[in-house]
């Protein structure tokens, strides 16, 4: 099956910001891991500390503000349950102290860094 054009974007834009995170000292965990409440972008770790990633790719500003809209109390209701799940098939980690940060990604043609948010979950 083909992948469509937001999906290769998507993939692009988690690329692009695992790159950074790798750089920085981050350690990945797990990459789109799904289970039935959703799909978690990026999971790494530093230092036992966790940081949970949902990426969002936008190749420009539109209503939704490079996707800073697309953070609304839904998604992250959503987010806290797939984190829930994965935290069952990783106790390892349960104890660990975990944040969530949202990193808004300008596609091409649009210029500029990536954009982070820090959030609740």
Known sequence: MARTTARRQ???AEQRVLRLLLGR???LLS??????????D???EKGGRLLLVEVKGRSNCGPDNWGAGALRRGKRQR???AWHCWLEEHPVWAESSVE???AL???APAPGPVRWIRADY
């Open 31 to 40: 990459r789109q891991w799904a289970c039935r409440w959703g799909e978690l």
């Open 79 to 81: 987010l806290g349950r």
């Open 10 to 12: 998507g993939d692009w």
């Open 25 to 27: 000292g981050w350690r």
């Open 100 to 102: 969530l940060v949202f």
């Open 42 to 44: 990026l999971v790494l």
């Open 105 to 107: 990604v300008p596609l």
